[in-house]
Nanobody, 124 residues
Framework: QVQLVESGGGLVQAGGSLRLSCAAS????????MGWFRQAPGKEREFVAA????????FYADSVKGRFTISRDNAKNTVYLQMNSLKPEDTAVYYC?????????????????WGQGTQVTVSS
């Protein structure tokens, strides 16, 4: 089992920044690649970003590329999502999730563990 707890969400004006954190406990953190997903009201969950176990590879949705940065600190069992130049359309509940390596990181159904989510609201 892996337990994931997100934090860092909140209300921010358009153009602002937030950093989300996801603390993992339980089984070995470095066993898993990590991803961030989001779900806005009335919309399906969508992939945001992912990072490999060794931090050597990162992946981003086109909608956030160049504005968001995913990173992880394996010594602290934590994955981060730095979000800059936020837009109102980034408003959503953000979830971190863990996936075994070799699975498609953009597909939420492939992930094994999920956090409870943290709300991000961007005002215009």
């Amino acid at each position: 089992q892996v337990q994931l707890v997100e934090s860092g969400g909140g209300l921010v004006q358009a153009g602002g920044s937030l950093r989300l954190s996801c603390a993992a406990s339980g089984r070995t953190f470095t066993t898993y690649a990590m991803g961030w997903f989001r779900q806005a009201p009335g919309k399906e969950r969508e992939f945001v970003a992912a990072i490999s176990r060794s931090r050597s590879s990162t992946f981003y949705a086109d909608s956030v590329k160049g504005r968001f940065t995913i990173s992880r600190d394996n010594a602290k069992n934590t994955v981060y999502l730095q979000m800059n130049s936020l837009k109102p359309e980034d408003t959503a509940v953000y979830y971190c999730a863990a996936v075994l390596p070799g699975r498609p990181v953009v597909r939420g159904s492939e992930y094994d563990y999920w956090g409870q989510g943290t709300q991000v609201t961007v005002s215009s």
